[in-house]
């Protein structure tokens, strides 16, 4: 943590910022004697300047423009270079939270699939760092994005930025730089003016689960819902209750919820958004069955029940399950019940 200008600045684990020495103090005379000489070349008339191009700074003003707003006072110097240095600071910042490798090169999770099985949203739980930056807290996160199978342009590498209290969102492409002959590093650029609110759907319902602490392995941000992200398709999202499984001799049980994106009918017609559930799974033989099943359609800012079978109490408690009176089958390959099956048969730590 560091103090920069009376303001506080979250630094991720590494990088030490010295706010007070010689070259730091001649970094700041020399800007302040070319900023004057500026000023008295825009006295004597305008001279042809280059266009900034680094787009992490955001920065587009022409030198005239830059002189016009520093005449008048020669302070106006110290304070643009300071400027330029916190702005620096916090594209360095933003660069060292994406941890020095890309999302193809770090351990991923799967966010969201396609209708073919196929991941199209992976996240490197690793890399989520929380910082500050112009006064707004702050998280980071390393994405993989996949488009459809017939897209030609492949999967994209992206640095996410999420402002949790707004739910706001930007996204960064990650590029691999190499610098005098040191191992290449991930650098992405950032603007807080990039915070945006996500568009609807996956990405919005990824910003939730970042902030809500449902995400996988993701360490440091708080618990929220009681909810986990466990996988989610174009038509369906399963989550589960944290520290809900539960080991009944061969078998794994857990709290479950199924939305159902957009809505779906039962049998009889009537509709529903969403299933709560207990699932158990025969892990020698990989068979599941449900103890327990509670299906609710959204009305307001309420769930009401339309269907329900089994014991509701095994949702708070699936230890209290009677496994010999269950009824088991085989879940369809590559299925979220067949997935999630597995996953707790394996004992992931992160469902644990």
Same mark, same amino acid.
């Given at each position: 943590?560091?103090?920069?200008?009376?303001?506080?600045?979250?630094?991720?684990?590494?990088?030490?910022?010295?706010?007070?020495?010689?070259?730091?103090?001649?970094?700041?005379?020399?800007?302040?004697?070319?900023?004057?000489?500026?000023?008295?070349?825009?006295?004597?008339?305008?001279?042809?300047?280059?266009?900034?191009?680094?787009?992490?700074?955001?920065?587009?003003?022409?030198?005239?423009?830059?002189?016009?707003?520093?005449?008048?006072?020669?302070?106006?110097?110290?304070?643009?270079?300071?400027?330029?240095?916190?702005?620096?600071?916090?594209?360095?910042?933003?660069?060292?939270?994406?941890?020095?490798?890309?999302?193809?090169?770090?351990?991923?999770?799967?966010?969201?699939?396609?209708?073919?099985?196929?991941?199209?949203?992976?996240?490197?739980?690793?890399?989520?760092?929380?910082?500050?930056?112009?006064?707004?807290?702050?998280?980071?996160?390393?994405?993989?994005?996949?488009?459809?199978?017939?897209?030609?342009?492949?999967?994209?590498?992206?640095?996410?930025?999420?402002?949790?209290?707004?739910?706001?969102?930007?996204?960064?492409?990650?590029?691999?730089?190499?610098?005098?002959?040191?191992?290449?590093?991930?650098?992405?650029?950032?603007?807080?003016?990039?915070?945006?609110?996500?568009?609807?759907?996956?990405?919005?319902?990824?910003?939730?689960?970042?902030?809500?602490?449902?995400?996988?392995?993701?360490?440091?941000?708080?618990?929220?819902?009681?909810?986990?992200?466990?996988?989610?398709?174009?038509?369906?999202?399963?989550?589960?209750?944290?520290?809900?499984?539960?080991?009944?001799?061969?078998?794994?049980?857990?709290?479950?919820?199924?939305?159902?994106?957009?809505?779906?009918?039962?049998?009889?017609?009537?509709?529903?958004?969403?299933?709560?559930?207990?699932? %158990?799974?025969?892990?020698?033989? /990989?068979? !599941?069955?449900? *103890?327990?099943?509670?299906?609710? =359609? &959204?009305? @307001? $800012?309420?769930?009401?029940?339309?269907?329900?079978?089994?014991?509701?109490?095994?949702?708070?408690?699936?230890?209290? %399950?009677?496994?010999?009176?269950? /009824?088991? !089958?085989?879940? *369809?390959?590559?299925?979220?019940? =067949? &997935?999630? @099956? $597995?996953?707790?048969?394996?004992?992931?730590?992160?469902?644990?």
């Amino acid at each position: 943590m560091r103090s920069v200008g009376g303001r506080i600045l979250l630094l991720p684990p590494g990088l030490r910022v010295l706010m007070h020495n010689p070259k730091m103090e001649s970094y700041i005379r020399e800007k302040h004697a070319a900023a004057k000489r500026r000023i008295d070349a825009a006295e004597r008339g305008p001279e042809p300047t280059l266009r900034a191009t680094t787009k992490s700074l955001g920065s587009t003003e022409r030198g005239s423009e830059r002189s016009q707003w520093l005449r008048g006072t020669e302070w106006g110097a110290f304070f643009h270079g300071y400027a330029c240095m916190i702005k620096r600071l916090i594209v360095i910042m933003f660069a060292l939270a994406a941890h020095g490798v890309p999302a193809s090169a770090a351990s991923l999770s799967p966010f969201a699939h396609d209708g073919a099985g196929r991941p199209v949203l992976e996240f490197a739980p690793a890399t989520a760092v929380k910082f500050s930056a112009q006064g707004r807290d702050l998280t980071s996160l390393t994405v993989k994005e996949t488009p459809p199978e017939n897209d030609a342009r492949g999967a994209t590498d992206l640095a996410l930025i999420v402002d949790c209290r707004l739910r706001q969102l930007a996204a960064s492409p990650i590029t691999e730089v190499a610098k005098d002959g040191m191992p290449p590093t991930t650098v992405a650029g950032f603007k807080t003016s990039d915070l945006k609110p996500p568009p609807q759907g996956m990405y919005q319902r990824f910003v939730t689960a970042l902030c809500d602490g449902e995400l996988l392995g993701v360490q440091g941000l708080p618990a929220k819902s009681g909810w986990k992200h466990f996988l989610e398709s174009p038509q369906r999202g399963l989550y589960f209750v944290s520290g809900s499984v539960r080991t009944i001799g061969k078998y794994r049980a857990a709290s479950v919820r199924l939305y159902e994106f957009g809505g779906a009918q039962l049998p009889d017609g009537r509709h529903i958004d969403a299933r709560d559930a207990v699932w %158990v799974i025969d892990c020698e033989r /990989k068979l !599941g069955a449900v *103890a327990f099943e509670r299906a609710f =359609a &959204r009305v @307001g $800012d309420q769930n009401q029940a339309v269907q329900s079978s089994g014991d509701e109490k095994a949702l708070a408690d699936p230890s209290i %399950v009677e496994v010999d009176k269950l /009824k088991f !089958g085989q879940a *369809a390959t590559g299925s979220m019940q =067949a &997935r999630f @099956g $597995d996953a707790l048969c394996v004992m992931n730590p992160d469902l644990q």
